[in-house]
């Protein structure tokens, strides 16, 4: 079946632009994550959702951040008034149930800041 | 804080060898370990996953192995090839912080044919 697939796949923004990553997780799992991965580092924990509930939002790294699922499917990573610091790629991931289970990613979204 | 480790950062071999990426973990209460490879450009495959309570876990010419009470992890892969030319990732999902990955830096392999 199909994976996790993100978009856009590549986003060029001007500094102080908002933007706005998609994340359609496998259908039917649970769980989804975000993850931020700079250049030549591991990807690093952005938030969590269970369903619709954000049950974590530890990792994200300012109040520009915010993250959405409202019908516990697709996911919207939204980044308000970038700064070139957010120059990362963005994963997703998702997961069949809670807890211990395997992560699903997708492809990212490679997200530069001029 | 549970922190992850990759040794080394980068290797070069020439096709055929086996060979072993290293991963340690600073805290040994995890639910599972899990590796994955990286294509420049692209997102992340899974490649195997151990439970805690399982030692070591196999899929064609990987071999992972866990020993939790030490905090290290191997990946081994036998008679390497070009096509396993990637960057490898190690993450653990730790106890205290529930659902999210912990990951390390990777492991940049090149396989020289």
């Known amino acids: 079946g199909a994976g996790v697939s993100q978009s856009p796949r590549y986003k060029v923004a001007k500094r102080g632009q908002d933007v706005a990553l998609r994340c359609d997780p496998i259908s039917g799992h649970v769980s989804l994550f975000w993850y931020q991965q700079a250049l030549g580092q591991g990807p690093e924990f952005l938030t969590y959702f269970q369903n619709e509930a954000q049950l974590d939002k530890s990792g994200l790294p300012s109040d520009r951040f915010f993250a959405e699922r409202p019908e516990g499917s697709v996911s919207t990573l939204k980044i308000q008034r970038t700064q070139q610091e957010d120059s990362a790629v963005y994963l997703c991931?998702?997961?069949?149930?809670?807890?211990?289970?395997?992560?699903?990613f997708g492809p990212g979204t490679r997200l530069t800041v001029t | 804080k549970q922190e992850v480790t990759q040794i080394p950062a980068a290797l070069s071999v020439p096709e055929g060898e086996n060979l072993v990426l290293n991963c340690s973990f600073t805290?040994?209460?995890?639910?599972?370990l899990q590796w994955f490879r990286q294509d420049p450009g692209k997102g992340l495959t899974s490649l195997l996953l151990i439970q805690s309570s399982q030692r070591e876990q196999t899929s064609g010419r990987l071999n992972a192995s866990l020993d939790k009470s030490s905090g290290r992890s191997t990946l081994y892969i036998a008679a390497s090839q070009p096509g396993d030319s990637a960057t490898y990732l190690c993450?653990?999902?730790?106890?205290?912080?529930?659902?999210?990955?912990?990951f390390g830096a990777g492991t940049i392999l090149r396989v020289k044919s």
């Open positions: 805290d040994s209460a995890i639910y599972n």
């Open positions: 993450a653990v999902r730790d106890m205290e912080y529930g659902n999210k990955l912990v």
């Open positions: 991931a998702s997961s069949p149930g809670q807890g211990v289970n395997e992560q699903y």
